[in-house]
């Protein structure tokens, strides 16, 4: 899990999605979502730059 300051991004390793959540209060809704395609087992990652890497 991530934050720029204004969304978090949250890893689910068993699809290699990344969801882009607004937490304007107490709770979070969906606002986008990133497959890591060609991934099989990503565990962790990291945003550089304008890129998402995640080691699988």
Known sequence: ???DG???AIGDQSTNVIYQVKVPGSSGAIIGTTTLGGA???IQF???GLKVVGPD
């Open 40 to 42: 099989s087992d990503v």
């Open 46 to 48: 990291w945003k550089q």
């Open 6 to 8: 204004r969304h978090v």
């Open 1 to 3: 899990m991530q934050s």
